[in-house]
């Protein structure tokens, strides 16, 4: 795998498990960083953000990606599109559009904008705000500018875009404010000696600035400024330096700041990818992949000995958004998967279908095991292999006399991580006799739930 095909791979996971973080980077991170040596943060500009309560819109967006749609009082439209493993969890998300910003510095005027809600709530891959509005396309003397801020209108920094037609694109790695302007070009140069006090805020407006530099040198058919590039290479090494790499060693030590710190560097290594530094930071990419398989390992662990200790089952599902981000980094071997069964502690499992012919318990999902399937032939073991603890085949072999009966088939075991446990069966069985031997395929599920005693001699 190249460097790139890595970094892809990174940015594809959701990391660890899921949890809302404010999008202030250095609260609570140790202190603070400018973003520059020669740049120093600036007064922020005072504004009031005005909503369209009346016009908002919430949806349930799970790992699997989704979209939201709003529709502002004055027709513009806002799509947010959630790629697959933004989330871990299903997040209520909410769009409310903006009426009106008091203190904008643009003098073209709000375009349009959302308030995406809940407050601070982080992605672990790039949503997509897609805004239409015939007012994306600048009016004479303007130019079309995407911004963001925090709560109600605190720290305005400006964002990438990309326009195609009446939509404007803004990829979205956090929440709060999110909308576009028309500004001159002397307003919106302005706003870019603005140096916002978050150092990540301040990362994206310097990119912000170099994209559309590049943006318009393409336009122009010029080439591409070395000074900017050795620039903007130095600026990626210093946010590196400065609030990446100080807090890698606090991640493996602390898993309540490793999500967060972590997340950072995924965003910092995003940039890096849109510049095409790749080859540049191969080492810095390494160390958070490496930190990332170390932290990830380490949280699943504590996990388990916390659900050891009180015995709640919460602790099962954080464990199995580790594993989900173990799996989707080639490291899911790293993690002992057992202790997911173990949490909370259970003495084994029982069947408890409303297949009433069925019977038996299992201690061990890893392991090979058995169950009871009783007919009017008797009763005969229905023999589970595993491959993994949530998959394997499925055998059943029964006699009577001149005819017998022989199913073998796949299984897969759901519902780890709640208090009842799904084996479904897709087997392919035949019945033999005297007049010879039919055929067919079935679907059918077992149920499960824990142990009231300990049969299975757990400690």
């Not at 930190?291 to 916390?306: F, I, P, R």
């Not at 080639?330 to 997911?340: A, H, N, P, R, V």
């Not at 033999?432 to 679907?443: E, F, I, Q």
């Amino acid at each position: 795998m190249n460097r790139r095909q890595s970094l892809n791979k990174l940015l594809a996971i959701a990391l660890i498990i899921s949890l809302t973080l404010g999008c202030n980077f250095l609260t609570g991170l140790g202190g603070s960083a400018t973003p520059s040596s020669e740049q120093v943060a600036s007064p922020a500009l005072p504004m009031a953000v005005s909503l369209d309560d009346t016009h908002a819109s919430s949806a349930d967006i799970s790992p699997d990606g989704g979209t939201i749609t709003v529709q502002a009082a004055d027709g513009n439209r806002f799509t947010l599109i959630f790629p697959k493993d933004a989330l871990i969890n299903v997040e209520t998300i909410t769009l409310t559009p903006i009426s009106a910003i008091d203190g904008l510095p643009f003098s073209g005027g709000l375009v349009g904008g959302v308030q995406m809600s809940p407050e601070g709530l982080r992605l672990f891959q790039p949503a997509m705000l897609i805004i239409e509005s015939p007012k994306t396309v600048a009016a004479s003397g303007l130019e079309t500018v995407a911004f963001a801020y925090h709560q109600n209108g605190d720290g305005l920094y400006l964002n990438s875009s990309e326009a195609k037609g009446n939509q404007l694109m803004i990829e979205i790695w956090h929440f709060s404010g999110s909308g576009a302007a028309q500004g001159t070009p002397a307003e919106i140069q302005i706003q870019q000696g603005r140096v916002p006090s978050n150092a990540e805020d301040a990362l994206t407006q310097r990119m912000q600035d170099y994209l559309g530099r590049e943006r318009q040198a393409q336009l122009l058919g010029q080439p591409t400024d070395s000074d900017l590039q050795r620039m903007m290479g130095d600026f990626l090494r210093e946010g590196y330096d400065r609030f990446i790499a100080p807090q890698l060693p606090a991640a493996l030590q602390n898993c309540e700041a490793a999500p967060a710190i972590l997340s950072k560097a995924l965003g910092w290594l995003r940039q890096v990818q849109l510049l095409g530094y790749d080859d540049q930071f191969s080492a810095e990419n390494s160390k958070i992949m490496d930190t990332m398989s170390q932290a990830l390992a380490n949280c699943y662990n504590k996990e388990y000995d916390q659900c050891v200790i009180d015995k709640n089952i919460s602790h099962r599902t954080t464990m199995l958004g580790y594993f989900r981000q173990a799996s989707l980094l080639g490291m899911e071997d790293q993690l002992d998967y057992s202790k997911i069964e173990k949490c909370p502690p259970t003495k084994g499992w029982k069947v408890n279908s409303s297949l009433d012919k069925i019977s038996g318990i299992v201690c061990d999902f890893g392991n090979p095991f058995e169950l009871q399937l009783i007919s009017g032939w008797g009763s005969f073991p229905l023999s589970f292999t595993p491959s993994s603890p949530k998959a394997g085949t499925s055998n059943y072999t029964a006699s009577s006399g001149n005819t017998s009966e022989n199913d073998n088939g796949s299984y897969t075991v759901e519902g780890i991580g709640t208090t009842e446990i799904t084996i479904s069966i897709h087997d392919h069985g035949c019945i033999t006799s005297t007049g010879g031997t039919a055929c067919a395929d079935t679907d059918w599920s077992i149920t499960l739930a824990p142990l009231d005693t300990n049969e299975c001699g757990q400690p």
